[in-house]
């Protein structure tokens, strides 16, 4: 096991509100925030707590600051200026900002957006709002490995296309798009290209200029930072991406999103990102070892599986495995010792089974048998281990096979 993690007198384990189980397999949907996260954000709490926008005094000033420091670590990430990064309350305020302020500036030239099928509910929604309002959409199916190709991007572009949105990698099967690609050809036609890299940022290479990226969304939560803070990178350069704001009112963020700045969460992502930073590289090598070995602990107990998403081109932490002749609700209902989620249909509000896998023509009943590992920063080998063994377990009772003799 590798080594416990200091966190005030605490050592990682020993932190009493941390159960062992269920093991957290979940990183997708957000990540424990790092505890070196957590120790820079607690000053700003309690005294440099002053509002960043107050010019007159200290407390004012230190805070300033302290949000200087933190767009400066993001912009660092995604190799951006720092001007060009606008705080958020997270990846779905971003999505929209994108969106809804992106369009109304692109009017004159067209009435066209691009899109995919596998985008996440914060990208679909506004532009489905937007295509009732009389823009027109296209929605690009996946292959079936979800990858967007380049081509289908390519052909789906007319003459009044004025923003393709496509993310970097997706949040259920991790599947990596050509984001570089989509972008040359979206510069070349001076189409605005916006990506969500809210599950990519941190997690694989990323940079808006070589990318061609116009603008480029990114959470705090999903990168062992808080919940509830995020960005937009708005490319500055001519011609400038005009974006018309959703909020009005004290002109906050160069009066692209006004609101008091939530200095502490900030600070929480600013440091998230710069650990994100150092620590990618070494830390996705860990995590792609770790996922293999998950991958081939269950396939070697478990036939008749289906590893959905593109075997290679997938974000490191990323497995999603559908089990035939398993019922969906069934395995979920089993999955108590492992907290993944589910594609299964009462894990969520929505009653429909992943839009996701659909898309890359998943069947219904294979749709609601899939698990989604997330694996994290804070994921052990021996949880892993434990992991695979249960999900064999579980999917074994449930095809009514014996399950192997030393179960307990
Ligand atoms: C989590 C997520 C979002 C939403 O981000 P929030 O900060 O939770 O609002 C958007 N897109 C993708 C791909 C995500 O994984």
Not at 115 to 143: F, N
Not at 168 to 188: D, F, K, M, Q, Y
Not at 248 to 273: C, I, N
Request: hydrophobic residues 45%.
């Amino acid at each position: 096991m590798s080594a416990p993690l200091r966190w005030s007198r605490f050592t990682w384990r020993e932190c009493p509100d941390v159960p062992n189980l269920p093991i957290y397999l979940d990183n997708h949907a957000t990540t424990r925030v790092d505890p070196r996260v957590v120790e820079a954000m607690l000053p700003h709490f309690t005294m440099t707590y002053g509002n960043a926008a107050s010019v007159s005094h200290r407390f004012g000033w230190e805070a300033a600051e302290a949000v200087d420091r933190s767009r400066e670590q993001i912009a660092r990430l995604i190799g951006a200026e720092v001007q060009e990064i606008i705080l958020t309350s997270g990846g779905t305020e971003s999505n929209n900002l994108a969106i809804k302020g992106g369009l109304p500036g692109l009017k004159s030239r067209g009435n066209h957006v691009v899109t995919a099928a596998t985008e996440h509910k914060s990208v679909l929604d506004p532009l489905k709002r937007l295509a009732r309002e009389g823009w027109e959409l296209t929605v690009v199916p996946p292959a079936p490995d979800g990858l967007i190709s380049v081509e289908s991007i390519a052909n789906s572009l007319t003459g009044r296309t004025v923003l393709v949105s496509i993310m970097a990698a997706n949040n259920e099967v991790g599947t990596l798009n050509p984001i570089a690609a989509i972008g040359r050809l979206c510069r070349a036609r001076g189409i605005l290209f916006h990506v969500d890299a809210i599950q990519a940022v941190g997690k694989v290479p990323l940079d808006v200029n070589d990318d061609s990226i116009d603008l480029l969304s990114l959470s705090a939560h999903k990168i062992y930072g808080p919940k509830g803070v995020g960005a937009l990178f708005v490319r500055r350069g001519d011609p400038p991406v005009r974006l018309v704001p959703l909020f009005d009112g004290g002109g906050h963020e160069r009066g692209f999103r006004s609101g008091t700045v939530a200095v502490p969460l900030v600070v929480g992502l600013g440091e998230a990102a710069a650990l994100a930073s150092l620590e990618r590289a070494e830390e996705s090598a860990r995590l792609l070892a770790l996922r293999e070995r998950l991958h081939a602990a269950i396939a070697g107990r478990v036939p008749a599986i289906r590893l959905n998403g593109h075997p290679t081109l997938r974000l490191p932490g990323n497995l999603n495995l559908s089990f035939a002749d398993v019922d969906g609700e069934a395995l979920m209902m089993a999955m108590r010792d492992v907290a993944v989620s589910s594609g299964s249909a009462c894990t969520s509000a929505n009653p429909e089974p992943s839009h996701v896998l659909r898309a890359m023509g998943v069947d219904e009943a294979m749709a609601r048998a899939s698990l989604r590992f997330g694996l994290g920063r804070f994921t052990t080998a021996e949880e892993i281990d434990f992991a695979a063994d249960a999900v064999a377990r579980a999917v074994m009772r449930l095809r009514g096979k014996n399950v192997s003799a030393d179960a307990p």
